[in-house]
């Protein structure tokens, strides 16, 4: 039986299975449920699921493309390793990036109707205190591309969902029930407080705080308020 909270669980047969258990193994990976160097198997994973082994070995040769795992001959595929370099980097370029982009956010979205992304808010805080990493980092990442949208930049909208399909939350997992990931979750209703607002500088500050967690909390380590150990 799968943990609760877990990305790894039986899927429904009405769903797209290739899809479904891509998007799993994905959220597991991503929120280091699956660890950088764990070796897993299509059989094992295919009776977790509760699916034939067709749909998880077409998962697998997916996630290999975009560079999440690797086969190991005879064996099966091994989860890839993100060094603290990629990970550094991945998080400059958000920085860099997303953070300024608040600004003009702020202008679109001051005295705007919010209610989409309050809800995507909700889901955020509701999926953290439900444990529930594959739905929050589905919210989480809808949230942010969302507001990205309203800058008008197609490019950089694509840009933020490439580099968030390249981060690696390894300490995610290990924040289940935390103040932390409570904390990182209300943080996106906070965002969103100033936003509306019309305050682009103090959502920026708050992006580069918040953005900073894939280098801190998320990656298993302890935070300063200066920035990341």
Same mark, same amino acid.
């Given at each position: 039986?799968?943990?609760?909270?877990?990305?790894?669980?039986?899927?429904?047969?009405?769903?797209?299975?290739?899809?479904?258990?891509?998007?799993?193994?994905? @959220? &597991?990976?991503? $929120?280091?449920? !699956?660890?950088?160097?764990? #070796?897993?198997?299509?059989?094992? +994973?295919?009776?977790?699921? *509760?699916?034939?082994?067709?749909?998880?070995?077409?998962?697998?040769?997916?996630?290999?493309?975009?560079?999440?795992?690797?086969?190991?001959?005879?064996?099966?595929?091994?989860?890839?390793?993100?060094?603290?370099?990629?990970?550094?980097?991945?998080?400059?370029?958000?920085?860099?990036?997303?953070?300024?982009?608040?600004?003009?956010?702020?202008?679109?979205?001051?005295?705007?109707?919010?209610?989409?992304?309050?809800?995507?808010?909700?889901?955020?805080?509701?999926?953290?205190?439900?444990?529930?990493?594959?739905?929050?980092? @589905? &919210?989480?990442? $809808?949230?942010? !591309?969302?507001?990205?949208? #309203?800058?008008?930049?197609?490019? +950089?909208?694509?840009?933020? *969902?490439?580099?968030?399909?390249?981060?690696?939350?390894?300490?995610?997992?290990?924040?289940?029930?935390?103040?932390?990931?409570?904390?990182?979750?209300?943080?996106?209703?906070?965002?969103?407080?100033?936003?509306?607002?019309?305050?682009?500088?103090?959502?920026?500050?708050?992006?580069?705080?918040?953005?900073?967690?894939?280098?801190?909390?998320?990656?298993?380590?302890?935070?300063?308020?200066?920035?990341?150990?």
């Amino acid at each position: 039986m799968a943990k609760r909270g877990s990305s790894i669980r039986e899927i429904r047969a009405e769903e797209n299975l290739r899809s479904k258990v891509e998007g799993s193994l994905a @959220a &597991a990976i991503i $929120s280091g449920e !699956l660890e950088q160097g764990e #070796l897993v198997t299509v059989p094992a +994973l295919a009776v977790k699921f *509760a699916v034939s082994a067709t749909p998880v070995r077409e998962a697998m040769l997916d996630l290999e493309k975009r560079g999440f795992v690797e086969p190991v001959k005879n064996k099966g595929f091994r989860v890839t390793t993100v060094s603290e370099q990629d990970l550094l980097e991945i998080v400059q370029i958000r920085t860099w990036l997303e953070a300024p982009a608040m600004r003009i956010v702020a202008d679109r979205l001051r005295g705007a109707p919010t209610d989409h992304f309050e809800a995507l808010a909700d889901r955020i805080v509701a999926t953290a205190e439900h444990v529930d990493f594959k739905g929050y980092l @589905a &919210a989480d990442t $809808s949230f942010h !591309l969302a507001l990205l949208a #309203l800058t008008g930049n197609r490019r +950089l909208v694509e840009t933020d *969902a490439e580099l968030r399909r390249q981060t690696r939350m390894v300490g995610l997992v290990g924040l289940r029930n935390s103040d932390e990931l409570r904390r990182s979750a209300q943080e996106h209703h906070d965002l969103l407080a100033l936003l509306s607002a019309g305050d682009g500088g103090g959502a920026e500050r708050l992006m580069v705080h918040h953005i900073r967690h894939a280098r801190g909390w998320w990656a298993g380590r302890i935070e300063s308020d200066d920035g990341v150990d």
